[in-house]
Nanobody
Framework: QVQPVESGGGLVQPGGSLRLSCVLS????????MGWYRQAPGKERELVAQ??????LYYAAAVTGRFTISRDNAKNLSLQMNSLKPEDTAVYYC?????????WGQGTQVTVSS
């Protein structure tokens, strides 16, 4: 069973930075996509950034140029968030897609406020 576990959320002032980390337990074989979604109060969950086993990258338009996704291997994933804005406030979820199955972490709260 694959289980992502996030850490690194918190409260930060506008313009500040945070780094989210995700550690994935379990065995990971073959191709995959992993990344970060976020969900703000009253809004749908949205894809923020993704990286595949072939190193293809995706960033949502709202975070391009400010957020950077990276991985050490298939077990450690990070999201560096710079120049944070109040609208980045959300619960951030780490996920990995193996074949047709998605595995989700429980989420970490990011609050951007002065």
């Amino acid at each position: 069973q694959v289980q992502p576990v996030e850490s690194g959320g918190g409260l930060v002032q506008p313009g500040g930075s945070l780094r989210l980390s995700c550690v994935l337990s379990g065995s990971i074989f073959g191709g995959y996509a992993m990344g970060w979604y976020r969900q703000a109060p009253g809004k749908e969950r949205e894809l923020v950034a993704q990286i595949t086993s072939g190193s293809s990258l995706y960033y949502a338009a709202a975070v391009t140029g400010r957020f950077t996704i990276s991985r050490d291997n298939a077990k450690n994933l990070s999201l560096q968030m710079n120049s944070l804005k109040p609208e980045d406030t959300a619960v951030y979820y780490c996920y990995i897609r193996l074949g047709t199955k998605d595995y989700w972490g429980q989420g970490t709260q990011v609050t951007v406020s002065s």
